[in-house]
């Protein structure tokens, strides 16, 4: 995995908009990780919808960082 | 992850908060026609004029708007979904509005105890179905963010509110006897400090950081909404039981708004959009928040002068409440606009940014509207015979302002649907 993409000083809709359009390009079998201000509950059902897969770590500066993959 | 997760089965439909956004819209309306068309204002806290304007604003337009956000987030920062919106929409929504038009009536015909608890009644009906079906789904849900949190308690706080209003139109048709002004001032304190004002801090605890780029606040500053709470517990005791000691004690109640206040202040400084009208509409509303606060204070030490309280309550609701919500609505209304674009797999570059939908020129041109409409506001609580006329005009002008803005979000959405179902059905 390369280092997380810091999306944190982006106003949304970018962060959400960035992410969907790395998301319809990440080949199966890798993984995107970006560093996010908050949990981002309204993006969650659309990488869903797009059959990818998601977790979670702590930043532990205050951020989340959301970890993609396709399987 | 304290967060809790949606599915979109379950996300309320745009239509659910956008109805009671428009409804927030039609009050302030009729807001506007009553100063316009309504009998000489008399700055009295206790003048029924002021008492149904008060309503209007208070559960008109404010709770509306906030009835709305609420629903909305609800499901984005708890997973609190509405599966069955319209049933929804039934249990609250008529009973709401139609329980403001028989309160307010009631107010302005001199105090008529049939509409007052027929509007209470109404009121009361609905604000619990909006308190059951939030309550059981913050009961399930694992979230336990401050803005999850924060909901919690202003869903308290508007519980005591709506109970303390229905034992005040029960006091006042004389079907109970309960001291008044205790009762009166326990209703204010907890509708205003328990429910608004909670409400909106723990709103503005994710739509702030979020849009604003700005850090978020400090864990320990969770603790000082369920301060607050206790102490309103305290002061309302101290209302009935020890009235001599509420002097000391709104000096504490306050305190944890005030620090709130200012670690606000701190993450507007540290914000990385300083250009964005929210943080104007935002930056008002705390300035309202601590002149409210001083006004109160004031009334207090000199409960001859008529105008403090007046003061109090329309920079409390007018200046702090009306620029949180012209701010925040600014935002979340063309984000929401945009998620459930996405949410029909629109093709990747179709859809605007969210500026598309809602430029930040009209959004500030709104927040400066709003700002004047209170200038003009503060203006006819001193001179109410030169201000009333204009007021009335220019709070008719801020909802045709903002009925316009709703409607271009709407017309923009709409159109850019079809073109996403159009795509699908292509593509398909």
């Given at each position: 995995?390369n280092?997380?993409?810091?999306l944190?000083?982006?106003?949304?809709?970018?962060?959400?908009?960035?992410?969907l359009?790395?998301a319809?390009?990440?080949?199966?079998g890798?993984?995107r990780?970006y560093?996010l201000?908050?949990?981002?509950?309204?993006?969650l059902?659309?990488?869903?919808?797009?059959g990818?897969e998601?977790?979670?770590e702590?930043?532990?500066?205050?951020?989340?960082i959301?970890?993609?993959?396709?399987? | 992850?304290?967060?809790?997760?949606?599915?979109?089965?379950a996300a309320p439909?745009p239509?659910?908060p956008?109805?009671?956004f428009?409804?927030?819209?039609g009050w302030?309306?009729?807001?506007?026609?009553?100063?316009?068309?309504?009998p000489?204002?008399?700055?009295?806290?206790?003048?029924?004029?002021?008492?149904t304007?008060?309503?209007?604003l208070?559960?008109?337009?404010?709770?509306?708007?906030?009835?709305?956000?609420?629903?909305?987030?609800l499901?984005?920062?708890?997973?609190?979904g509405?599966?069955?919106?319209l049933?929804?929409?039934?249990?609250?929504?008529?009973?709401?509005?139609?329980?403001?038009?028989?309160?307010?009536?009631?107010?302005?015909?001199g105090?008529?105890?049939?509409y007052?608890?027929?509007?209470?009644s109404?009121?009361?009906m609905s604000?619990?179905?909006?308190?059951?079906h939030?309550?059981?789904?913050?009961?399930?849900?694992?979230?336990?963010?401050?803005?999850s949190?924060g909901i919690?308690?202003?869903?308290l706080?508007?519980?005591?509110?709506?109970?303390?209003?229905?034992?005040?139109?029960?006091?006042?048709?004389?079907?109970?006897a309960?001291?008044?002004?205790?009762?009166?001032?326990?209703?204010?304190?907890?509708?205003?400090?328990?429910?608004?004002?909670?409400?909106?801090?723990?709103?503005?605890?994710?739509?702030?950081?979020?849009?604003?780029?700005?850090?978020a606040?400090?864990s320990?500053?969770?603790?000082l909404?369920?301060?607050?709470?206790?102490?309103?517990?305290?002061?309302?005791?101290?209302?009935?039981?020890?009235p001599?000691?509420?002097?000391?004690?709104a000096?504490a109640?306050i305190?944890?708004?005030?620090i709130?206040?200012?670690l606000?202040?701190?993450?507007?400084?540290a914000?990385?959009?300083?250009?964005?009208?929210?943080?104007?509409?935002w930056?008002?509303?705390?300035?309202?928040?601590w002149?409210?606060?001083?006004?109160g204070l004031l009334?207090?030490a000199?409960?001859?002068a008529?105008?403090?309280?007046v003061?109090?309550?329309l920079?409390?609701?007018?200046?702090?409440?009306l620029?949180?919500?012209?701010?925040?609505?600014?935002?979340?209304a063309p984000f929401?606009?945009?998620?459930?674009?996405q949410?029909l797999?629109?093709?990747?570059?179709?859809?605007?940014?969210?500026?598309?939908f809602?430029?930040?020129q009209?959004a500030?041109?709104?927040?400066a509207?709003?700002?004047?409409w209170?200038?003009?506001?503060?203006?006819?609580c001193?001179?109410?015979?030169?201000?009333?006329?204009?007021?009335?005009g220019?709070?008719?002008?801020?909802?045709?302002?903002?009925?316009?803005h709703?409607?271009a979000i709407?017309r923009?959405?709409r159109?850019l649907?079809?073109?996403?179902?159009?795509?699908?059905?292509v593509?398909?």
């Amino acid at each position: 995995m390369n280092t997380p993409r810091d999306l944190r000083h982006l106003p949304p809709p970018q962060p959400m908009e960035i992410i969907l359009d790395d998301a319809d390009t990440l080949p199966a079998g890798q993984q995107r990780a970006y560093v996010l201000p908050h949990h981002p509950t309204p993006l969650l059902p659309l990488l869903q919808q797009q059959g990818l897969e998601y977790r979670f770590e702590l930043s532990g500066d205050g951020g989340v960082i959301l970890i993609l993959s396709r399987p | 992850m304290t967060q809790a997760w949606l599915s979109y089965e379950a996300a309320p439909p745009p239509w659910l908060p956008g109805s009671f956004f428009t409804a927030g819209i039609g009050w302030l309306l009729a807001l506007g026609l009553m100063l316009l068309l309504g009998p000489d204002l008399s700055i009295n806290r206790y003048d029924p004029f002021i008492i149904t304007l008060t309503h209007m604003l208070a559960l008109g337009v404010l709770g509306n708007c906030m009835l709305g956000a609420l629903l909305q987030l609800l499901a984005v920062a708890a997973g609190v979904g509405t599966p069955r919106a319209l049933s929804l929409w039934w249990r609250i929504y008529p009973a709401w509005q139609a329980g403001i038009a028989s309160l307010c009536w009631g107010f302005a015909h001199g105090f008529m105890s049939f509409y007052l608890l027929a509007g209470a009644s109404l009121l009361g009906m609905s604000g619990g179905m909006l308190l059951w079906h939030a309550a059981r789904g913050l009961w399930h849900s694992p979230a336990r963010d401050m803005t999850s949190q924060g909901i919690r308690l202003a869903l308290l706080g508007l519980a005591v509110a709506l109970s303390c209003g229905m034992l005040l139109t029960l006091t006042l048709s004389g079907k109970v006897a309960i001291p008044f002004l205790p009762l009166l001032h326990t209703h204010v304190l907890w509708a205003g400090l328990g429910y608004l004002l909670s409400l909106l801090l723990a709103v503005s605890q994710t739509v702030i950081p979020m849009f604003l780029i700005s850090p978020a606040a400090p864990s320990w500053s969770a603790r000082l909404l369920p301060a607050q709470l206790r102490l309103l517990v305290g002061i309302s005791m101290a209302l009935f039981f020890l009235p001599a000691s509420v002097r000391y004690l709104a000096w504490a109640v306050i305190l944890p708004a005030s620090i709130h206040a200012v670690l606000a202040l701190r993450q507007l400084y540290a914000s990385r959009r300083r250009q964005d009208p929210l943080l104007r509409s935002w930056l008002l509303a705390l300035s309202c928040l601590w002149l409210a606060q001083c006004c109160g204070l004031l009334a207090l030490a000199y409960p001859q002068a008529a105008v403090l309280p007046v003061l109090c309550g329309l920079l409390w609701l007018g200046g702090m409440g009306l620029a949180s919500i012209v701010g925040m609505l600014a935002k979340i209304a063309p984000f929401l606009a945009w998620l459930h674009l996405q949410r029909l797999q629109a093709p990747r570059g179709m859809l605007p940014s969210t500026h598309g939908f809602l430029s930040e020129q009209s959004a500030a041109r709104l927040a400066a509207l709003h700002a004047l409409w209170l200038l003009s506001a503060l203006a006819c609580c001193y001179w109410p015979a030169c201000w009333q006329q204009p007021l009335g005009g220019l709070t008719l002008l801020l909802a045709t302002l903002a009925a316009g803005h709703g409607v271009a979000i709407y017309r923009r959405y709409r159109s850019l649907r079809a073109l996403c179902l159009q795509q699908r059905a292509v593509s398909n």
